[in-house]
């Protein structure tokens, strides 16, 4: 497909001219800037198949420009990371930027092209499961959800059952969809069963079906879950208050893969990945006998703990960010922005109802035209919550984003003022022993205040490569 605009992000000229020399081979049209904030004003603006990003702007952090792809939407198309080399920062405070494609200097032509082509005919839009998933993740600022986010990328590449626990309202289901959707069972069903919200005598045939005449009302031959997420994933949420003649059944599936329909004899195996949420303390459960302990060991051989909001406020404004536009647009408030005031308050709230409650916040301020949230929050018993500024004893908000940022720049100033002082500021084999791009190296240096004069101490006691 032709005549579609790219967004290019970059403020190497040459680079610039080479992607615009590309895109234009392929009759597609490109808006360029050179900064994260000229690029969200161009989303404001349109919508675009592809952005192809360079990873280190000139005078711009590469922390930024990472955290601006992470928190791309739809309208920024497929995400293209031209990156100096593997490794080199296109991660937001240590989390991946989710790019659909990397591309490494030299920039090889044909793989450009491929890229462009792949992007031209992508027809996935936010709504999309697996594209609504990964911008979702790429939301996970915190270490905590760091930490998930690795666990759930390992956890997707090896067949096992796993066990996701936290409470309700963290996004367990987030959770659940994106090891489905990272694993090579992708495009086959993703069936999500919640196990509290439906009555026992119900459940039993929801998840394994039943032969026709197995009960009154039984017409006809019904399949059950199980069996309509043949080759794909099955997620059991709210495992926890699954009546115990369930447990039994369950147990019986995940042991031998087979199961017999409600009122049926026969035996029908199936090949499916189980994954189980749940908001309450199985273990505490298995003490009390609600809930069979070998099935515990079964379900919990990957565990994953997903922490409240109120333990990584640090990814409160890319997701309330991700909510703005997402109900902004669909309740037609596309220019509705929540103040700085507003922000803080937001990231001062304790958030008993976790992402649920920042998600349902976001959508009444929208509703009500109300930026400051002067009407937005209310207690449980329907009240406006107490609101009132900081005292001068109390401490600021403190962002641990910008603490890690700054250990971050501290600790690679001083490696690369070492290895400088170590090759005698020889900058060529301080790039090539640091293992990366002479360009990258100047870059560095230049946002690091690193002057080109060695230090006075650095003849004294050092060795030299």
């Known amino acids: 497909m032709h005549g579609q605009t790219a967004l290019i992000i970059a403020t190497d000229s040459l680079l610039q001219e080479h992607l615009l020399e590309v895109l234009g081979a392929a009759d597609h049209d490109a808006v360029v800037v050179a900064s994260p904030k000229a690029a969200i004003s161009a989303l404001r603006d349109a919508k675009f198949f592809v ?11 590469p922390m930024d420009v990472a955290a601006f ?5 739809g309208r920024a198309g497929r995400i293209v990371l031209l990156a100096e080399k593997t490794g080199e920062p296109y991660h937001a405070n240590g989390a991946p930027v989710l790019a659909d494609d990397v591309l490494l200097d030299p920039f090889d032509r044909k793989r450009l092209e491929s890229a462009i082509r792949r992007a031209a005919s992508f ?4 709504d999309d499961p697996p594209v609504r998933v990964r911008r979702e993740m790429a939301l996970w600022q915190s ?3 760091a930490d998930v986010r690795d666990i759930i990328q390992r956890a997707a590449d090896v067949d096992v059952t796993v066990l996701i626990t936290g409470d309700t309202g963290t996004g367990k289901d987030v959770v659940a969809r994106a090891i489905h959707y990272l694993s090579s069972r992708h495009q086959r069903p993703f069936v999500k069963v919640n196990c509290a919200a439906v009555p026992r005598e119900l459940l039993e045939s929801e998840l394994f079906g039943h032969e026709r005449g197995a009960f009154t009302g039984a017409h006809e031959l019904k399949r059950g879950n199980f069996e309509a997420a043949s080759h794909g994933t099955i997620f059991l949420d ?13 147990l019986h599936v995940l042991q031998d893969g087979a199961f017999s329909r409600v009122g049926g004899n026969s035996s029908i195996r199936v090949d499916v990945r189980v994954l ?4 309450q303390d199985l273990e505490q459960a298995v003490a009390a006998g609600r809930f069979r302990e070998d099935l515990y060991y079964r379900l919990n051989v990957i565990q994953i703990a997903v922490p409240p909001l109120r333990e990584r406020r640090e990814d409160i404004p890319l997701l309330a960010e991700y909510f703005i536009r997402r109900y902004a647009k669909a309740f037609r408030r596309e220019r509705f922005a929540v103040p700085p005031a507003a922000m803080e308050r937001l990231l001062r709230h304790s958030y008993p109802g976790n992402v649920r409650e920042l998600e349902n916040l976001i959508k009444r301020m929208i509703v009500l035209s109300d930026p400051q949230l002067s009407r937005t929050f209310v207690t449980p018993h329907g009240g406006p919550t107490p609101w009132r500024p ?12 910008d603490v890690s940022r700054q250990a971050a720049r501290t600790a690679e100033r001083e490696a690369i003022t070492g290895m400088l002082d170590r090759t005698g500021w020889n900058r060529g084999r301080a790039a090539h022993f640091l293992g990366i791009s002479y360009r990258a190296l100047l870059y560095k240096m230049k946002q690091g205040g690193i002057t080109g004069q060695r230090r006075a101490s650095s003849a004294v006691g050092e060795g030299r490569l």
């Not at 027809?123 to 936010?126: A, I, K, L, S």
């Not at 709210?238 to 369950?250: F, N, R, S, V």
């Not at 189980?276 to 908001?279: G, P, R």
């Open 51 to 61: 952005t192809l990003a360079q990873s280190h702007l000139e005078d711009q952090d």
């Open 69 to 73: 792809l992470s928190a791309a939407h």
């Open 123 to 126: 027809r996935g839009d936010e």
């Open 143 to 145: 270490p905590r959800m």
């Open 238 to 250: 709210e495992i926890g208050d699954l009546h115990p003649a369930l447990q039994g059944k369950l």
């Open 276 to 279: 189980a949420a749940t908001n």
């Open 390 to 401: 900081l005292k001068e004893s109390e401490p600021a908000a403190i962002s641990l984003k």
